[in-house]
């Protein structure tokens, strides 16, 4: 029968499955263990042909650094948390994409979860990165009571808010202007002749779902035009309710002539619901999102920048960990209006 050759019949059975440790890398180097941990950790005091042989005798055994006697040492895993809403959003992407690049400038690895908009999700997920001891928290809230979290902080956790603010604890936050640029959004299709607007929204106890309702009776109260009932819709994103939600207002007596979406995933069901329907209306969106620009006419969309929402939480978190920063602050970004057609249309016949 063929010979089948096995890890243990290439090294002693005693290491079989275990990790090699600075012990075995000093043992085949022929060096004392303070000699690797200067190499291991860049520190001065070794010549260049032992450092050779260390470097040799950590390539030949696949050794890696254990960092936890780094964090016993210096009390720092460099490492942080990412709490995120939905994963599987894009707007989350580019957001997470930005803290990991901060974090790795700062030589730190970056550990991220997802709360599904669920408070007692984000809660365990917060507190058992808390536990792992990561550095800093950077948390898109689903809750609206962030007490939890007190204790971390004192216990010297830095922890930024981004997207919405936290609940019940002062602290720091980076947010875009939901407010102003929903406001914005909504004066822009009552520019082009629209009175009757609807508003699509999250639900109402999110944050940036209610600042971008206020943004929409604002700009309508600046107009003099009153606001019906009929006219807003603010529940759970899903393209059930959405679509419901869409085509009771678009098939009133006196219908919407156009319609401001609050977030990403609305807009592309609605843009679906307008699809199907031979009566021109007009749509703007909060959030860009991808092909938006190649749909015939293109979606006019209040644009958000997430990838400078997570830079500037990141930011704002090493500066806390490098004890850079005193009071809390709150930062709230510009967004953009993107024209592209669809909230140039004017009120159909």
Request: net charge neutral; glycine share 10%.
């Amino acid at each position: 029968m063929p010979k089948t050759t096995h890890r243990a019949d290439r090294h002693p059975a005693s290491r079989y499955g275990n990790r090699p440790t600075m012990k075995d890398v000093a043992a085949r180097a022929g060096v004392g263990l303070k000699t690797v941990s200067r190499v291991v950790n860049g520190e001065p005091g070794v010549t260049p042909d032992t450092e050779r042989r260390v470097q040799e005798a950590i390539d030949a055994l696949g050794f890696r650094r254990n960092d936890s006697a780094r964090v016993l040492r210096k009390g720092r895993t460099a490492s942080i948390g990412l709490v995120l809403e939905d994963l599987a959003d894009p707007f989350y992407g580019p957001l997470s994409r930005a803290v990991e690049e901060v974090a790795r400038s700062h030589g730190a690895l970056l550990i991220n979860g997802s709360s599904a908009e669920d408070p007692e999700r984000e809660r365990e997920l917060a507190l058992a990165l808390c536990a792992r001891r990561v550095d800093g928290l950077v948390v898109i809230p689903a809750g609206d009571d962030h007490r939890y979290l007190e204790p971390e902080i004192r216990a010297g956790v830095a922890t930024v808010f981004v997207d919405r603010p936290a609940g019940r604890i002062d602290a720091d936050v980076v947010l875009s202007d939901n407010f102003g640029g929903a406001r914005d959004g909504v004066a822009h299709l009552i520019a082009h002749g629209h009175r009757r607007i609807g508003f699509i929204g999250d639900m109402p106890r999110i944050h940036t779902a209610a600042e971008r309702l206020r943004g929409y009776r604002a700009a309508m109260e600046d107009a003099g035009i009153p606001v019906e009932d009929r006219w807003m819709s603010l529940g759970v994103t899903s393209p059930e309710r959405v679509r419901r939600a869409a085509q009771e207002m678009l098939s009133e007596p006196e219908p919407v002539t156009a319609v401001f979406a609050g977030n990403n995933r609305v807009t592309v069901t609605v843009v679906r619901v307008l699809a199907e329907r031979s009566r021109q209306v007009a749509l703007v969106g909060f959030d860009d999102f991808e092909l938006a620009d190649l749909l015939r006419p293109g979606v006019t969309v209040v644009a958000q920048d997430s990838t400078a929402l997570g830079r500037t939480a990141a930011e704002r978190l090493f500066r806390q960990l490098d004890g850079g920063l005193v009071a809390p602050e709150r930062i709230e970004l510009p967004t953009r209006l993107i024209t592209r057609g669809s909230g140039e249309l004017p009120p159909a016949g």
